[in-house]
């Protein structure tokens, strides 16, 4: 079973074109929930963690937040240089401190 | 601003001959992972690495991979006899206090014939 999914897989927005990428998740006893960018042939790119739910991040158009079972990245009037893909991934409490679960990504396209 | 290092960013091999991926983490980071990505599918976690040892890995990390740290700054996965389901991209990530945010290196893309 995924621990966690995260919707739409691909999303095509023109530029200024505000919209929100989402993440569940299952784990139980979460120890904190991150957001990745991803570039294509790069490694992942650390954006935020948000560790208890209604916490909010912001940086720049992106800002994160966290419920008790999801998470939503909001992009606010992207750019084209907001493409990547963007991964969220959730570490779990409890003796798996160490283990970090991904989701498949939201491939994000912003048109000029 | 520090970063992991990994080499080399891509290597070819054949079918059944041994591959090492080196990377050099965070030099105050503790905890050492390994990733890998399948063209086109999720980040899967193989191993994490802490106080010399493997503190954990997952059904993929059998028996033909290996983790070593061998002179405390270099940190490396083996993969003894490579299969072709071994292609993919590679990725090294450290922590360091609190084990919380994952640094990652670039990647070694594996492919193998």
């Known amino acids: 079973e995924d621990q966690v999914t995260q919707s739409p897989e691909a999303l095509r927005l023109q530029e200024g074109e505000s919209s929100s990428l989402n993440c569940s998740y299952t784990?139980?006893?979460?120890?904190?929930l991150f957001w990745y960018r991803q570039d294509p042939g790069k490694g992942p790119e650390f954006l935020f963690t948000?560790?208890?739910a209604g916490e909010e991040k912001e940086k720049e158009r992106l800002k994160a937040t966290l419920t008790k079972k999801e998470s939503f990245l909001h992009i606010t009037a992207p750019k084209p240089e907001d493409s990547a893909t963007y991964l969220c991934?959730?570490?779990?409490?409890?003796?798996?401190?160490?283990?970090?679960?991904f989701g498949s990504g939201t491939k994000l396209n912003v048109k000029p | 601003e520090p970063e992991v290092t990994q080499t080399p960013s891509h290597q070819v091999t054949q079918m059944g001959q041994e591959v090492i991926l080196r990377c050099v983490p965070i030099s105050n980071h503790l905890y050492f992972y390994w990733y890998r990505q399948i063209l086109g599918q999720k980040v899967e976690f193989l191993v994490s690495f802490y106080n010399n040892e493997i503190s954990e890995k997952s059904e993929i990390f059998d028996d033909q991979f290996s983790v070593e740290r061998p002179d405390g700054s270099n940190f490396t996965l083996k993969i003894r006899s490579t299969k072709l389901e071994d292609s993919a991209m590679y990725f090294c990530?450290?922590?360091?206090?609190?084990?919380?945010?994952?640094?990652f290196g670039a990647g070694s893309r594996l492919t193998v014939l």
């Open positions: 784990v139980s006893g979460l120890r904190g």
């Open positions: 991934a959730v570490q779990e409490g409890g003796g798996n401190f160490n283990k970090f679960y």
């Open positions: 990530a450290s922590t360091g206090h609190g084990a919380n945010v994952l640094t």
């Open positions: 948000l560790y208890s």
